[in-house]
């Protein structure tokens, strides 16, 4: 599970333009990363994430604000990573309704790269079994 975790950490660095200080982004869970009892009602689900980070400094925060049609509160916290901007939720497991159904929201996980692009991935199920994410924005 860590090594996953750090293998999707790694995936591309920076170069180029600097990104917006404050954005939100809204992108799709298109792509199974790990399929073990993935929910099907979230495949290409629309996820929202705000951002307000103070690159300079490295400091803020993320915050994703919907998945699919629900409008939900987790905060994302910067993990200090090199190559690009990467943040982490750190919640226990929280059951999440969405809408008639409902799901083990394990971590979330959102990357901004530069020239800015973005990427989110979601950890479901008690360990984290089941993990979606999005294209990386082009």
Known sequence: MKKLLFLLLLVTSLSG???PEQGRVQLQ???????????????????VVDYDYDFSR??????????KSEKVNYTLH?????????????ISPT????????????RII???YKPFKTRVML??????ECIMSSEVTA
Do not use: W
């Open 95 to 106: 059951t999440q309704p969405i809408g008639d159904e409902k799901v083990i929201v394990y």
């Open 29 to 47: 869970l298109t792509t199974i990363e790990r399929d073990n009892q993935c929910p099907s009602f979230l495949h290409n689900a629309d996820v």
């Open 78 to 90: 910067p993990l200090g990573l090199s190559s690009y901007y990467a943040f982490m939720s750190d």
């Open 110 to 112: 959102f990357h901004i």
């Open 17 to 19: 333009e600097a990104a």
């Open 58 to 67: 490295n400091r803020g925060l993320a915050y994703l604000r919907q998945l």
């Open 123 to 128: 950890m479901l199920g008690e360990q984290g």
